[in-house]
């Protein structure tokens, strides 16, 4: 497949945070274009923005119903490969299967969806479709995140026995909901999130722990509190866990760190060292050793592998941010997508992107949690 593949956008339409850093980073290798969308739950506005984003008339869609059916009724050599999902997490199972199911491959913004049962069938449903299902965990696309898993995964600390990450903000902190600030209100609304913190931050942080060390939880217990009043979906959250190989783990998801912009910190040991990764130094990772020497990799810097080297666009040196790793993320969808198209299976470090079960574990993390926290702490199975 030597094209660039086309694709069309739900939701990210005018005023939205999210669509247009997930339209840049699709573009970002030039292997897509952003060619039809139904970029608002409100018809009238979704046309609106489609316009001012420059879509064609006949792919400027009212509905994400409407755009499914346009594009079917193309032949498969116009319309699009993929669809990019930036709605409100209730929205997300509905569109998401109704695309897969039609051949369609997708990229979905995490949480995967608000209930277990959902996300399992979502998986069953990608499976039988066999088509490329990616949800945009966009903190695995950094190429220090990358090495750390690198580092983890060879064996190279002995086995893992302690990982500890939390994702810690502060813009939660007073209930902006009510004043109407729109991302506030969606998030903090369970019948539209799901969950709160857990499930808009805490995610990541599971994500974090399980795609650096590949271990599965054994047994966890969540303590999940709601702070300010009169919200109604929690806004911290403190979850221990077992791991299945006797590691321990402590994950922390909090948007009511008074003062706190996007701190996320990664720290996982073993029996012959550790490594830490900093959201606030992405480009760089803290490698210990047993002796007690310390080393610090940079992204693009001596000795990093060709793993962290991958995801790299600049020299070393030059940062690179956010929107570079969650191109990372599209571009191993991208990939595989291609791969998909031409009958291979994706190869090579760049065809790596968290996958439909990846998804579906991040909401069994957010619901083994929420039962745990509703029974009193206790430890539950995951």
């Known amino acids: 497949m030597n094209r660039r593949l086309r694709y069309g956008m739900v939701g990210g339409g005018s005023g939205a945070f999210f669509g ?61 490969d993929f669809v990019s999902i930036v709605t409100p997490n209730h929205t997300h199972f509905a569109i998401a299967r109704a695309f897969a199911e039609a051949g369609f491959d997708v990229v979905l913004d995490k949480p995967m969806t608000t209930t277990l049962d959902d996300a399992e069938e979502l998986v069953r449903a990608a499976e039988r479709a066999g088509v490329v299902l990616c949800v945009t965990y966009t903190f695995v696309g950094y190429p220090m995140v990358r090495e750390a898993r690198r580092i983890a995964r060879s064996g190279e600390l002995g086995a893992v026995r302690r990982i500890e990450a939390s994702f810690r903000q502060g813009w939660l902190s007073t209930r902006i909901e009510a004043g109407g600030q729109k991302q506030a ?35 966890l217990c969540a303590e999940v509190s709601t702070h300010v009043s009169g919200r109604m979906a929690d806004d911290d959250a403190t979850v ?129 949690s929420l039962v745990s926290a509703a029974s009193g702490g206790v430890w539950v199975d995951w």
Request: with cysteine; aromatic share 6%.
């Open 240 to 368: 221990l866990l077992r791991y299945e190989n006797g590691a321990r783990g402590l994950l922390v998801a909090s948007q009511v760190c008074a003062g706190e912009e996007c701190a996320i910190d990664v720290r996982v040991f073993g029996e012959r060292g550790g490594v830490v990764w900093s959201h606030d130094d992405s480009n760089q990772l803290i490698r210990f050793h047993h002796d007690g020497a310390k080393q610090i990799l940079t992204r693009a810097g001596a000795g990093a592998s060709p793993e962290a080297a991958i995801g790299a666009r600049l020299p070393a040196g030059h940062p690179e941010g956010f929107t570079a790793a969650l191109a990372n993320v599209y571009r191993g969808a991208m990939l595989a997508m291609r791969a998909r198209r031409d009958g291979q299976t994706p190869e090579g470090l760049a065809a790596d992107y968290p996958s439909v079960r990846d998804g579906a574990d991040g909401v069994r993390f957010v619901h083994r």
């Open 20 to 80: 247009p850093v997930h339209r840049r980073a699709a573009s970002l290798d030039d292997m897509a274009e952003f060619i039809a969308g139904a970029l608002s739950s409100t018809p009238e506005r979704s046309i609106e923005s489609g316009r001012e984003l420059g879509l064609s008339a006949d792919r400027n869609y009212p509905t994400w119903e409407a755009m499914l059916e346009g594009e079917l009724a193309r032949s498969e050599d116009d319309r699009i």
């Open 185 to 219: 209100s969606w998030r903090t609304d369970p019948a539209l999130a799901g969950a709160g913190a857990l499930g808009d931050i805490g995610v990541h942080v599971e994500m974090l722990a399980r795609w650096i060390t590949g271990l599965t939880p054994g047994q």
